[in-house]
């Protein structure tokens, strides 16, 4: 995927006001509108202005792209790093089609963008109209420490909320916020903060900030719902002969888990409900990694070269290729 320079499609600077973009907008729509254009490219070009306006001229999009596209250039190869929106806080004003475009006609790098911004709950329309009308629901992605999630914690989180300053241009505000995260909450799940969100008018109260969790990556853990996924590092007479091995968990806990006799790297062991807790815990799942001494060591060398003395007839292709065969 390519990296698209959204001020470069409609020629204003980044720093930009909202009325320049407005202007410039106004300008290439005039230009290649189909209705009026005779431009060969011109269904083309309009779309791409379309877009580029619906990221500019929204404070929230804006403030998440200008974050994203520091230091990038036109057309350059490009992959957004994982978890880069999180601590945004975005409004329903964020959400796809916001700007009055059909944003599932724009390009594949705006879904990868902004696909799934905007998941703020929208209020019944009964709820609209004249009269006190209830603040609009806010939502952000935050990320959270997995022992955090194992335990359960009371948080300080500091959330970016893009709003316009008074010359038009976008303008970042922090707020920080007290969020107890509940424990066994899983990847995806919401936390929502009542009256967190838009002010109400009217008298009517605010909105709820939902914050959607994720996690930072653990060096030596990774979570798949509510499983905990893990390589567990054994010495080949413990694959061989099996036996009890530690599994120290998130957090410190240390579990005692049994190695069966035979075991070959790879295999998955799994751990009933040790993973995220919660009305259905998750499972711990270890994947076998079989680590051998080094050669170096002079006794580990005189180890292996009795084994291939008395072990000459062993073929590790032939064995792994048997395996193969009957599925395992």
């Known amino acids: 995927m390519e990296f698209k320079d959204y001020y470069q499609l409609l020629g204003v600077a980044r720093d930009a006001s909202a009325e320049d973009i407005k202007k410039a907008y106004r300008r290439l729509a005039r230009k290649y509108h189909p209705d009026v254009s005779k431009e060969a490219d011109a269904a083309a070009r309009m779309s791409e202005v379309n877009e580029a306006y619906a990221v500019l001229a929204d404070a929230e999009r804006r403030a998440a792209y200008d974050e994203l596209g520091r230091g ?87 959330l970016r909320v893009p709003q316009l300053d008074a010359d038009g241009r976008v303008a970042l505000k922090e707020r920080t916020l007290e969020v107890r995260i509940p424990p066994g909450v899983r990847p995806g799940q919401m936390i929502r903060l009542a009256g967190q969100g838009g002010t109400g008018s009217g008298g009517a109260p605010a909105g709820d900030l939902f914050l959607e969790v994720g996690f930072r990556p653990h060096p030596r853990f990774r979570v798949d719902g509510g499983t905990l996924i893990a390589d567990l590092p054994v010495a080949p007479w413990e694959a061989a002969l099996g036996g009890v091995v530690p599994v120290e968990l998130p957090g410190g806990t240390v579990l005692k888990v049994r190695v069966p006799a035979n075991a070959q790297a790879g295999r998955i062991l799994t751990v009933r409900g040790q993973g995220l807790p919660g009305r259905e815990p998750g499972d711990l799942e270890l994947r076998l990694q079989v680590l051998l001494p080094s050669a170096w060591d002079p006794r580990a060398k005189a180890l292996y070269e009795q084994m291939a003395r008395e072990l000459g007839d062993f073929d590790a292709r032939r064995v792994a290729a048997a395996a193969a065969e009957r599925g395992e």
């Open 72 to 158: 990038r250039r036109a057309g350059e190869r490009f992959t957004p790093p994982p978890d880069w929106d999180a601590g945004f806080e975005f409004s329903g004003r964020g959400a796809p089609g916001a700007a009055g475009f059909d944003d599932a006609a724009f390009s594949d790098f705006f879904a990868e963008l902004f696909g799934r911004m905007g998941r703020a709950r929208r209020r019944a329309p009964s709820e609209a109209g004249h009269g006190p009308r209830h603040g609009e629901d806010h939502h952000a992605r935050i990320l959270l420490d997995l022992e955090d999630a194992l335990r359960g914690a009371t948080r300080q989180l500091t």
